[in-house]
């Protein structure tokens, strides 16, 4: 008989020759490429939002004729989503009561224009995305009756939206050059009266100088004017020496 044979067992990997294997390393340029990827993806969004932030922050403003609590950009974003709702709200009524109303986005293209003109662009396309939603929500599906409603109030919907925009950022920008104007008019004035202040305060100075040496310079003149007198007589007549002594002594002293 051939004797059986054994199975061979596995022999046991010790703990050195599991440290002495090559372990399966990712590349070392895949992960700086994932590294640099994810760094320019995360540069780019911060850098887009930092723009938009700043464009909010540059089209963002108040008309000073509003009250005090109504300047505040929170209000005036409140406000702009608020006239928004209610010229949606009576586009709705007015095409309730009258059928042959078709003017759907007149109202809330005036409240933009005055949104943008009160509060900036960044509010009024607040107004214009709200005024969007509400009209394609509320309005055009009860007053676009048919089979080819969707595609008609898509159509509606995308016009209304580019001219909102568009008449937020030319409003906008118009007073925004309206107000750099006044601005500039007013510091211009500014300056004009502060040169003619300063121009004042200088004649005034040189009227004061003028009027405080008058009296030290005529006195000058006078006693320069008598001691010429006594030299003339001094050397026109002859005189003791005593005489003439003494009314050197007296020149000396207007001279002093």
């Known amino acids: 008989m051939n004797p059986t044979p054994t199975p061979s067992t596995p022999r046991p990997v010790t703990q050195e020759q599991s440290a002495s294997r090559p372990a399966r390393l990712i590349p070392r340029e895949a992960t700086e490429v994932t590294t640099s990827a994810g760094a320019s993806s995360e540069a780019l969004a911060h850098t887009a939002w930092d723009g938009v932030r700043r464009w909010v922050a540059e089209n963002t403003f108040h008309a000073h004729w509003l009250p005090e609590p109504f300047r505040r950009p929170l209000v005036g974003y409140a406000l702009a989503?608020?006239?928004?709702?209610?010229?949606?709200?009576l586009t709705l009524l007015l095409a309730t009561l009258s059928p042959s109303?078709?003017?759907?986005g007149l109202l809330n293209i005036f409240v933009i224009a005055v949104v943008a003109l009160t509060y900036g662009a960044a509010p009024s396309?607040?107004?214009t995305i709200v005024s969007t939603v509400l009209l394609e929500l509320l309005v055009l599906p009860q007053t676009t009756p048919g089979d080819g409603a969707h595609a008609a109030i898509v159509m509606e919907i995308i016009t209304f939206l580019v001219v909102g925009t568009l008449i937020g950022v030319f409003a906008s920008g118009t007073e925004q050059a309206r107000r750099r104007a006044v601005s500039d008019h007013a510091a211009m004035e500014a300056r004009e009266l502060a040169l003619?202040?300063?121009?004042?305060?200088?004649?005034?100075?040189?009227?004061?100088?003028?009027h405080e040496l008058r009296s030290p310079l005529t006195s000058l003149k006078a006693a320069l004017q008598l001691g010429k007198r006594r030299l003339r007589r001094l050397t026109e007549q002859p005189q003791p020496v005593d005489d003439l002594l003494s009314q050197i002594e007296v020149v000396q002293g207007l001279l002093s």
């Open 125 to 127: 396309l607040l107004t």
């Open 101 to 104: 109303f078709s003017f759907f």
């Open 196 to 210: 003619r202040e300063t121009n004042a305060r200088t004649d005034e100075f040189l009227s004061i100088a003028s």
């Open 81 to 89: 989503a608020a006239f928004a709702v209610v010229a949606s709200l």
